[in-house]
């Protein structure tokens, strides 16, 4: 069975006007009662981990839960929908609060830390992030706790609002990066070793010159370069402010 198609009325699934539509539209009749929307989030989550974002189609989702397509329309109308609402599920857990005596720039790299390892073990919900609005409940939390990290920290509420957005870029960018790469492997090591001093010498020196080092540099060490560089640029603004 394909897909109800959109009209063309109809708001885009991510938009901050469909997330307003969503919150206001009547409850959907739902002739099966065992079938709820956590439940075929569930599902679509554990096809997602087993199988890749290739796999996550409504047809699918419908086999792993054993009821039709039409089923799954009544609570999300298409794919694009239901990979809005898989998101911003996904996103929750960027809102679990840290330690309490953490000081903002601590909270900030806890937060960045725990969101990071929760998209390297679903990589498919990483995948999946490419261009989607961050404007779902879950999402909000998330921006409302950027927002007091930053505001409390000393920034105004415009430029806090970037400077969580820019974090939370970083992060989804830093994993986007390494998707399918494991720099941990020896194998993966000693080939780039290879890679690097197989180069023209005259075209690419420094690759040759420091193949070694350049080979052992993981994606850890460079998340955690680029989070010291953030945070430390944020330090100069929150400073800037308080003697503008």
Do not use: K
Not at 33 to 62: K, W, Y
Not at 109 to 136: D, I, K
Request: net charge negative.
């Amino acid at each position: 069975m394909d897909e109800p198609s959109r009209t063309a009325e109809a708001p885009r699934p991510g938009t901050a006007a469909w997330w307003l539509a969503r919150e206001s539209e009547p409850a959907r009749q739902r002739r099966r009662r065992s079938l709820t929307l956590e439940g075929i989030l569930d599902a679509s989550m554990a096809l997602l981990d087993d199988r890749g974002a290739a796999a996550l189609t409504m047809r699918n989702v419908a086999e792993a839960l054993g009821c039709t397509q039409a089923s799954l329309y009544r609570h999300v109308r298409n794919r694009e929908e239901l990979v809005t609402l898989l998101i911003d599920r996904a996103i929750s857990v960027a809102s679990t609060p840290p330690p309490e005596d953490a000081d903002w720039a601590e909270q900030a790299a806890w937060s960045a830390r725990l969101f990071r390892e929760h998209l390297r073990r679903h990589p498919g919900v990483a995948s999946l992030l490419r261009g989607t609005e961050r404007l779902g409940p879950n999402s909000l939390a998330g921006m409302q706790y950027g927002l007091a990290l930053f505001i409390g920290a000393g920034l105004r509420p415009g430029l806090a609002s970037a400077a969580a957005s820019a974090l939370a870029t970083f992060v989804i960018g830093s994993v986007h990066f390494n998707l399918g790469l494991d720099r941990q492997d020896p194998e993966e090591r000693r080939h780039r070793r290879e890679l690097f001093r197989s180069r023209d010498a005259a075209a690419c020196p420094l690759l040759v010159q420091h193949a070694e080092v350049l080979a052992e540099v993981g994606s850890d060490e460079e998340f955690e370069v680029g989070l010291t560089a953030l945070l430390t640029g944020f330090r100069a603004l929150i400073e800037h402010a308080d003697h503008a």
